[in-house]
T-cell receptor, first 113, second 116 residues
């Protein structure tokens, strides 16, 4: 069964600091990986996704994520965070064929001006 | 608004009562998911449909939970004999993807259930 682990539950950064949120998945075969974001008071929405090809994926608002197959990881990064990046970030996976989307527990990011 | 809509937004019920939630996906979206989310946790998978077919139901769900999508459009989630542990935000999401590679979920605002 597919699963996702996010080890950072709550991250506090100052504006302009660099961000890296960890995500590890558990599935032995082909995977599709996602990062979703939930801004305060808003719906969950897709930030970026990986399905094949270049393991470095770029998403909206300057976010990127790198798929490292040997480490079963898909960490989210941003070189310089802004106050508006304050949100909860969820890593998600689809393993093998076209199954259900499974989410991690999420990381709350708080950016201090 | 042509997004995913859920009704009601909030539901307060007494333990032992039955509740039903409705989800209207984006028109023509073939996949519909139900998730449950509690404070500090990510969306927990409950069940999902491809058109009207229910493809999978979480083994964590008891028989008190049932979902339908009779015509492949809207869906209902019913919880019978509610328990305090059922208190959570129930999220619905839909997608138009044909393959995992172009999967993109659109979420509704959710139904916040409080069981007293």
């Amino acid at each position: 069964a597919q699963s996702v682990s996010q080890h950072n539950h709550h991250v506090i950064l100052s504006e302009a600091a660099s961000l890296e949120l960890g995500c590890n998945y558990s599935y032995g075969g082909t995977v599709n990986l996602f990062w979703y974001v939930q801004y305060p008071g808003q719906h969950l929405q897709l930030l970026l996704k990986y399905f094949s090809g270049d393991p470095l994926v770029k998403g909206i608002k300057g976010f990127e994520a790198e798929f490292i197959k040997s480490k079963f990881s898909f960490n989210l990064r941003k070189p310089s965070v802004q106050w508006s990046d304050t949100a909860e970030y969820f890593c998600a996976v689809i393993g093998g064929g076209y199954q259900k989307v499974t989410f991690g527990t999420g990381t709350k990011l708080q950016v201090i001006p | 608004d042509t997004g995913v809509s859920q009704d009601p937004r909030h539901k307060i019920t007494k333990r032992g009562q039955n509740v039903t939630f409705r989800c209207d996906p984006i028109s023509e979206h073939n996949r519909l998911y139900w998730y449950r989310q509690t404070l500090g946790q990510g969306p927990e998978f409950l069940t999902y449909f491809q058109n009207e077919a229910q493809l999978e139901k979480s083994r964590l769900l008891s028989d008190r939970f049932s979902a339908e999508r009779p015509k492949g459009s809207f869906s209902t989630l019913e919880i019978q004999r509610t328990e305090q542990g059922d208190s959570a935000m129930y999220l619905c999401a839909s997608s138009l993807a044909q393959f995992a590679t172009n999967e993109k979920l659109f979420f509704g605002s959710g139904t916040q259930l409080s069981v007293l």
